[in-house]
């Protein structure tokens, strides 16, 4: 995936508001509700019935399920494994007659298009997104709550009213302050939503849902790289050649324990800190720490799914296009390329640089396309290795 796939995905589903509209005046400013178009596909991101293939996938789901109520009056009953669709519609009913919403704690890759569209997300916003799903009958509530995480929601069945606080969003890490607690809802305002709608709140966002009828929406988690973040990634790329940051802080490594050495650890903080600050105003370090950065979360991805069977012999007319949830990060080191994608890598001679950018940035090729100071033979290993790595698909 490139970035301009990723875009016209995300566009399509934010139809009629623009791309540029949301990312300029929406995100991490304030809420958002997109009425449904009949004529939008484009939202039916698990399919034309998405009851049906949950409960097809019981298997994948039935143990995992998690739930939330506004005011519990019986236990929750236990997630667990099932033999089949109709005993998951039975566990779902131990849920519901209690009036819990269960939580699907990650549909991400419940359809090709649901998790395409998560892939597009990550790449746009720079961190992995994310989907869960809530199910849910008449009258269940959920706790007044805010989320670490933006949200897009889409309602897939049913009805759904949002109650949303006015107060501007408070943007948290997603680790728990200390102390922190979620505030009263306040004033507020109410927002009805129908199959095909779509919600987006900013993280830090108070607010509370109630279902209306028999509902089922997906909310799809993501967070956009933050300055915090970006600082982090300078330092993380100068400890990668500052030796001094990778020493025990305090000399001995039970010191901070102990509550001991601590003016010694200040005085190492203070000098690295420094450091980084000289650092970030040399050209061009900035650009490779967020690069350094990108490489990292690129790894961290579950690996792309590799081809099952076995592929036909390849030559300079063989046509290849990239899978449907592959990135690729081009990053030219001193001895080495060290080209990223999820959950992988591939090392090769950084005189092929072109070579590879030139994969990270075409989604279809001819093998003979591929440009640099290489030979055919160099052309197709490089092309076979990414076939087998998932990143490449024959056309």
């Known amino acids: ?45 698990l399919g034309p019935d998405p009851k049906a293939l949950l409960l097809s996938q019981f298997a994948a789901y039935a143990a995992t399920l998690t739930c939330h109520i506004r005011q519990a009056q019986v236990p929750a009953p236990k997630p667990r494994a099932v033999p089949d669709a109709a005993a998951f519609a039975g566990l779902l009913a131990e849920y519901h007659s209690n009036d819990y919403t269960v939580r699907f704690p990650d549909v991400t890759n419940a359809t090709p298009e649901l998790a395409a569209f998560n892939r597009a997300l990550t790449l746009l916003f720079g961190n992995p997104a994310s989907t869960v799903l809530f199910w849910s009958l008449t009258g269940a509530e959920a706790p007044v709550h805010d ?5 897009i929601a889409i309602q897939l069945v049913g009805t759904k009213r949002w109650f949303i606080s006015d107060e501007p969003p408070k943007l948290p890490n997603k680790w728990k302050a200390l102390g922190a607690s979620v505030p009263p809802l306040g004033t507020h305002r109410i927002y009805d939503v ?9 993280r830090g966002t108070t607010h509370t849902v109630q279902s209306t009828g028999e509902s089922l929406h997906i909310s799809i988690g993501f967070v956009p790289v933050t300055i915090r973040e970006a600082i982090g990634s300078a330092l993380d790329y100068m400890a990668d050649f500052e030796k001094p940051l990778r020493a025990n802080a305090a000399g001995r490594a039970d010191a901070l324990a102990h509550g001991q050495e601590l003016d010694l650890a200040g005085a190492q903080m203070r000098a690295g800190l420094e450091r980084l600050l000289q650092l970030c105003q040399q050209p061009g370090f900035i650009e490779a720490a967020l690069a350094h950065r990108q490489a990292r979360m690129l790894l961290e991805l579950p690996k ?17 296009q990239q899978t449907p949830l592959a990135i690729g ?14 959950g992988d890598q ?33 052309r197709l290993v490089l092309v076979e290795k990414l076939l087998h790595s998932g990143f490449l698909q024959l056309v």
């Open 1 to 45: 995936m490139v970035l301009a796939q990723a875009r016209h995905l995300l566009a399509q589903v934010l139809h009629p508001l623009s791309y540029e509209q949301f990312f300029q005046e929406v995100v991490s400013r304030r809420p958002l509700l997109l009425a449904a178009d009949a004529a939008l596909p484009a939202r039916q991101l």
């Open 147 to 151: 989320d670490e995480v933006d949200v």
């Open 194 to 202: 129908k199959p095909g709608d779509l919600l987006y709140l900013p």
């Open 304 to 320: 792309l799914t590799k081809p099952a069977a076995e592929m036909p012999p390849l030559n300079r007319e063989t046509r290849v």
């Open 329 to 342: 990060q081009v990053n030219v080191l001193p001895h080495i390329l060290d080209f990223r994608f999820p």
């Open 346 to 378: 591939l090392l090769v001679h950084p005189a092929v640089a072109p070579s590879m950018e030139f994969v990270r940035q075409t989604p279809q090729f001819a093998v003979k396309d591929i440009p640099g100071p290489i030979g055919d033979d160099v």
